[in-house]
Nanobody, 116 residues
Framework: QVHLVEFGGGLVQPGGSLKLSCVAS????????MGWYRQAPGKERELVAT???????NYADSVKGRFTISRTSAWNALNLQMSSLKPDDTAVYYC??????????WGQGTQVTVSS
């Protein structure tokens, strides 16, 4: 099993920046992909960005050029650097991982609010 804990959410003004982090523990050697998802009130959870063991990244169109996903070489931490934040980025952000046994794990989520 993989246990995920997110950090770094909070309140930020439009145009500001925020960095989210996710610490992974457990069977991290089995991780194949890690990513960030978000869920705004009344909306479905959506992909924000993912990164694979080959460091191939994928971003939602809505965050391309503004968000950057990165990971530690040991796969024990995942980061999301967010800049030029917009009110539409307001959501609960979840860390996600998939393993080589096709299991999926989620963190508890961290709230990001973009408001003046």
């Amino acid at each position: 099993q993989v246990h995920l804990v997110e950090f770094g959410g909070g309140l930020v003004q439009p145009g500001g920046s925020l960095k989210l982090s996710c610490v992974a523990s457990g069977t991290i050697f089995s991780i194949t992909t890690m990513g960030w998802y978000r869920q705004a009130p009344g909306k479905e959870r959506e992909l924000v960005a993912t990164i694979t063991r080959g460091d191939r990244t994928n971003y939602a169109d809505s965050v391309k050029g503004r968000f950057t996903i990165s990971r530690t070489s040991a796969w024990n931490a995942l980061n999301l650097q967010m800049s030029s934040l917009k009110p539409d980025d307001t959501a609960v952000y979840y860390c996600n991982t998939e393993t080589n046994s096709t299991n999926t794990y989620w963190g508890q989520g961290t709230q990001v609010t973009v408001s003046s």
